[in-house]
């Protein structure tokens, strides 16, 4: 199957923020396909200790973590290709005008959610109070009664924090790629042209 060239940003003043999208869909693309494979050989691992009666059970954990951070890129991922969830019974029966207004209020409300996520998780790991107390997890814990830094996972034995790093970068990303749509649903921009499901199946025959 031939490979389809990455679509370029359009030029323009937003081009370098579209590029920015494009850039990273790539990065999470690949991401996701590790994961992928992550956790794929780490259930096939975990049934093969289970049938050998040497369970593993750290790989358990693993396999959750691997589908968490799955999940939330995976999410972003399908933000920018507009592949998220979407009600359309009311969208349906709106004039093209109507619609493409629902459409943008929808991208808006798509990028609020990850502004408003990504404060919540500034609020949560409080970068500036962990620099304050030394990045001293004990200390910044025993002023704040914030436990984030200090928890540790239960096989891994893997500090919680860089787990839940997931959340801010999630946040970020969506709401970069929110607002790119956002761009592309007002006319700010292009609309970035993908290969189809149609011409890839064309490709191939």
Do not use: K
Request: proline share 5%.
């Amino acid at each position: 199957m031939p490979r389809h060239p990455s679509p370029s940003a359009p030029p323009g003043r937003w081009s370098p923020l579209i590029r920015a999208s494009e850039g990273l869909l790539v990065v999470e693309r690949r991401a996701v396909a590790t994961l992928m494979a992550l956790l794929s050989g780490a259930i096939l691992l975990n049934v093969v200790t289970r049938y050998l009666g040497m369970p593993l059970y750290w790989i358990d954990e693993l396999a959750v973590y691997c589908m968490v951070w799955l999940t939330f890129i995976g999410a972003s991922t399908m933000t920018r290709l507009r592949l998220d969830f979407a009600v359309t019974m009311l969208t349906e029966r709106l004039s093209p005008g109507a619609a493409r207004v629902a459409r943008v209020v929808a991208t808006i409300v798509v990028v609020l959610f990850g502004i408003g996520l990504a404060v919540m998780c500034w609020l949560w790991f409080e970068p500036l109070g962990i620099a304050r107390a030394g990045f001293d997890a004990r200390e910044f814990a025993g002023q704040t009664f914030n436990f984030i830094y200090t928890e540790r996972t239960q096989t891994l034995n893997w500090s919680t924090w860089v787990l839940y790093l997931i959340l801010p970068i999630f946040a970020l990303t969506m709401t970069l790629h929110g607002i790119a749509n956002l761009l592309e649903d007002v006319g700010a921009v292009p609309r970035v042209q993908r290969a189809t499901m149609i011409n890839a199946e064309e490709a191939v025959n």
